[in-house]
């Protein structure tokens, strides 16, 4: 089946980086959109930024625009998410997500994946100390 593995998560002091991993695995179709969203404890899971597999396109939430890249390796079949100048309000549990559902990137990044249509990984925790 379709599994989605993160790796690289940690703990670092503000201002420090990470970068993320994603291996894809088990599927046929390459899927229209990829992303990263994250779940701090009490809130629910917002989406971080997504990539549009057709043409590489961006997307990114306000919140990280200009310290966090999204990019893809074909070759490899992984998502990456390099995570530079981090706040401690970026803590949190971060998951992959791989979407076939054809809706828009930004509607992925707002509403997260359509029932039955998409997958998430088990998750790799960010902590940012101040």
């Known amino acids: 089946g379709i599994q989605l593995v993160e790796s690289g998560g940690g703990s670092v002091q503000a201002g420090g980086s990470l970068r993320l991993s994603c291996a894809a695995t088990g599927y046929t179709y390459t899927p229209y959109n990829m992303g990263w969203f994250r779940q701090s404890p009490g809130k629910k899971r917002e989406g971080v930024a997504v990539?549009?597999?057709?043409?590489?396109?961006?997307y990114y939430d306000d919140s990280v625009k200009g310290r966090f890249t999204i990019s893809r390796d074909t070759a490899k079949n992984t998502l990456y998410l390099q995570m530079n100048n981090l706040k401690p309000e970026d803590t949190g549990m971060y998951y992959c997500a791989a979407d076939w559902s054809l809706a828009d990137p930004p509607e992925v990044l707002d509403y997260g994946l359509s029932n039955g249509l998409g997958y998430w990984g088990q998750g790799t925790q960010v902590t940012v100390s101040s």
């Open positions: 990539i549009y597999t057709g043409g590489g396109r961006t």
